[in-house]
């Protein structure tokens, strides 16, 4: 009978010094605090100082009042054959601009400034609108980054400056 007082005693006591445990007061809250304990998650933390890193990263020097296109946000993914792909980022949030390049085609991958300068010249030569067709958008996008008509996958995600959002895809 001792035996089991001592087995039921020892969690109960256990537990009261657990819950006795102050230490959530220190606990800082940008940490994800998980039920009663204080665990952290750690993944979330380095996923957030990951994604401050890269948004640094695509962060450019440019000015934001240099930029004038008829959109803010344009995101275009084109897949071609064996997995190759060219994809292009390019954010204005009216403080900053973000450019992002990942060319599969030529092997390269660029954020920020070097991003941006290398495809400043087609987002220049882009006078699209929302009410251009999605035959004409396709087209003068291929046209302006000299991308190659034999893709499988085309797709554009634009958010103009009046704040309307479009898509535009298409497969072969």
């Known amino acids: 009978m001792k035996l089991f007082k001592g087995i ?3 969690p109960l006591l256990l537990g009261l010094l657990y819950a006795c445990n102050n230490e959530d007061a ?4 940008d940490k994800e605090v998980i ?3 204080s665990v952290v998650d750690e993944t979330t933390n380095n996923n957030a100082t990951n994604n401050t890193e890269n948004e640094e990263d695509e962060r450019t020097g440019i000015k934001v009042a240099d930029v004038n296109y008829t959109f803010t946000d344009f995101d275009l993914d084109v897949e071609y054959a064996d ?3 060219y994809d292009v980022e390019y954010e204005n949030d009216g403080n ?8 599969d085609l030529n092997g390269v991958k660029y954020n920020g400034d070097k991003a941006y300068n290398i495809f400043a010249d087609a ?7 929302k009410n251009t067709s999605d035959e004409d958008v396709r087209k003068e ?5 000299a991308l190659d008509e034999n893709y499988q996958s085309f797709e554009l ?5 009046n704040g309307e959002e479009k898509h535009y895809h298409h497969n072969k």
Do not use: C, P, R
């Open 8 to 10: 039921l005693t020892m």
């Open 26 to 29: 220190n606990v800082d809250k």
């Open 35 to 37: 039920g009663n304990n």
């Open 83 to 85: 997995h190759k792909s």
């Open 96 to 103: 900053n601009i973000y450019a992002e390049l990942d060319d």
């Open 123 to 129: 987002l220049k030569q882009l006078t699209f609108d």
């Open 141 to 145: 996008v291929l046209k302006a980054f």
């Open 157 to 161: 995600e634009v958010k103009f400056q």
